[in-house]
């Protein structure tokens, strides 16, 4: 699963009704970052709703930049390249007139997803990047809203709607009725919709990331990660309300508030925040979740074979991009069983997370000593790859800003408090330490912490190890159990067998 740097490129040319993106991944896309990620926004669908074609000026300006694509495209020397289109293509009188012209100026073909296939996909691009993800996944694009249904991974119930973005004219407080009885009737024809209560909804599609970005602002949220953010049922429906009324018209240049969203998102945030309300009351979910990933990163998802599509999403995001720092050797796996057995109880969902930090545990080797805490921890909560939720970050990096103990650690360790629990970032904490002290214990050497046993009995602790592992003896090896008898509040005794 390591990046290699000769390694082969796929791309996925997405042909919108609002915007159309080339996104050019090298390997299968899976777990990787873009190596191109460009969109234009040609606004192809503008004009369904009144002629039944496809926008003249969006035809040209789609024509245009897909020509820049194409050459971009020749030049990357691509293993594979998937040209999709979605409702705009698909429901206009001329679409496939369109995709004609297409294929023969570009020389490649064209496919037009069925509403139930566009709506898959972008479920499974949910599914790629959150581990066991359950919920409803709701993808607004420019011509159509899809729907699914996800459960432990997998997708059940699917529907396409047509009450996109750039489906409704011109709105003002006048038209919110009739707009609001609109998009009622059409959420009410998806029968199996009335039946389910998620606890999450995923949303998807750049107006709803705008969404996230101005609440952002609005909450003071401080990590600006659009992927992973989640927001509280109750919050965001009040925040929604104030957006309704706000058009482009009312927009001023130098409001803080509209400073993250372009002109043309601006004039989309009272129709996605109707939307996105309406669901929201309509299956009474708990919570918001923000996703990056959707249609294109599904896509290619499906293609890829079985046994990797069951690889940790966490896992494999971080050690594309953390390369020479990540590991899935011996050494790694004697460091998560030391940890694991200071919680003989431990969660699976803490355990999981050891299992990564352990492989990403020397992130911070080629950073100087006196900056490698916050170094590792400030990369660790800003990477971009998408396999990995909010309190995932900082949790792994928490632990990791530990493991890198020092006078640096004071500075840092209160950076995000409401995105973990207190019990979380104590976990958190704990982990690292005894990360440090393994790997100080066992100077780095394999074979050594699997012959170690510890014992976790009320008011002390008792680590079982071999007389002839000299590793255990020193400075080093005493500061960590200091620094851990300090932590745990128990005294730890060493007994060699």
Same mark, same amino acid.
């Given at each position: ?154 997708? /059940? ?34 029968? #199996?919709?009335?039946?389910? %209560? ?9 107006? #709803? ?37 706000? %058009? ?9 508030? #509209? ?130 939720? /909010? ?48 790997? %100080? ?29 000299? %590793? ?26």
């Amino acid at each position: 699963m390591y990046l290699k740097e000769n390694q082969e490129r796929a791309g996925v040319l997405d042909i919108g009704s609002n915007s159309i993106r080339l996104v050019i991944f090298r390997g299968n896309g899976f777990a990787t970052l873009p190596e191109f990620n460009e969109k234009a926004l040609c606004g192809l669908g503008n004009e369904i709703q009144k002629t039944g074609k496809l926008s003249k000026i969006g035809r040209a300006s789609a024509i245009e930049n897909i020509a820049r694509f194409a050459k971009i495209i020749e030049k990357m020397n691509l293993r594979q390249l998937h040209v999709i289109a979605t409702a705009a293509v698909r429901e206009a009188a001329d679409g496939r007139q369109f995709v004609a012209e297409l294929e023969k100026l570009f020389n490649f073909s064209v496919k037009i997803l069925s509403g139930k296939e566009e709506a898959y996909f972008s479920a499974l691009g949910v599914i790629s990047t959150f581990a066991k993800s359950k919920g409803l996944v709701c993808d607004l694009g420019g011509g159509s809203l899809e729907l699914v249904k996800i459960d432990n991974g997998r997708a /059940h119930e699917c529907a396409s709607l047509p009450i996109g973005s750039l489906r409704f004219e011109e709105i003002n407080e006048f038209s919110r009725s009739k707009i609001l009885s609109l998009i009622d009737e059409q959420l009410d024809s998806v029968k #199996w919709l009335q039946d389910v %209560t998620p606890n999450s909804i995923y949303a998807i599609g750049g107006a #709803w990331r705008s969404l996230a970005r101005l609440h952002m602002e609005f909450a003071n949220y401080d990590l600006k990660v659009i992927h992973g953010y989640s927001v509280k049922r109750a919050e965001l429906e009040s925040f929604l309300e104030q957006l309704y009324p706000i %058009t482009i018209s009312t927009k001023l240049p130098d409001d803080p508030q #509209w400073s993250p969203v372009s002109s043309n998102r601006a004039e989309q945030m009272p129709i996605a925040s109707l939307i996105l309300s309406k669901i929201m009351s309509k299956v009474n979910s708990r919570r918001v979740i923000f996703s990056a990933a959707g249609l294109r990163e599904g896509y290619l998802f499906d293609r890829i074979d079985e046994k990797e599509k069951k690889l940790d999403p966490i896992s494999a995001g971080l050690m594309h991009i953390f390369v020479p720092s990540c590991d899935e050797t011996n050494y790694a796996k004697e460091l998560e069983h030391l940890i694991c057995s200071f919680f003989p109880a431990i969660s699976p969902k803490f355990a999981r997370l050891i299992r990564v930090i352990c492989q990403i545990r020397n992130i911070g080797r080629d950073e100087h000593p006196s900056y490698r805490a916050e170094q590792s921890y400030l990369r660790l909560l800003r990477h971009p790859t998408l396999g990995v939720t /909010h309190k995932e970050r900082v949790f792994i990096a928490t632990a990791i800003l530990n493991r890198y103990h020092g006078a640096t650690i004071q500075a840092f360790d209160k950076g995000f408090p409401n995105i973990i629990t207190g019990e979380e970032y104590k976990m958190a904490s704990l982990i690292g330490l005894i990360l440090d002290f393994g790997i %100080t214990f066992s100077g780095e050497i394999t074979g050594i912490l699997d012959r170690v046993q510890v014992r976790v009995d009320p008011g002390k602790i008792l680590i079982r190890y071999p007389k002839d592992i000299a %590793t255990s003896k020193g400075q080093a090896a005493t500061k960590r159990t200091q620094i851990l008898e300090r932590a745990f509040n128990q005294k730890i005794s060493f007994y060699g067998v």
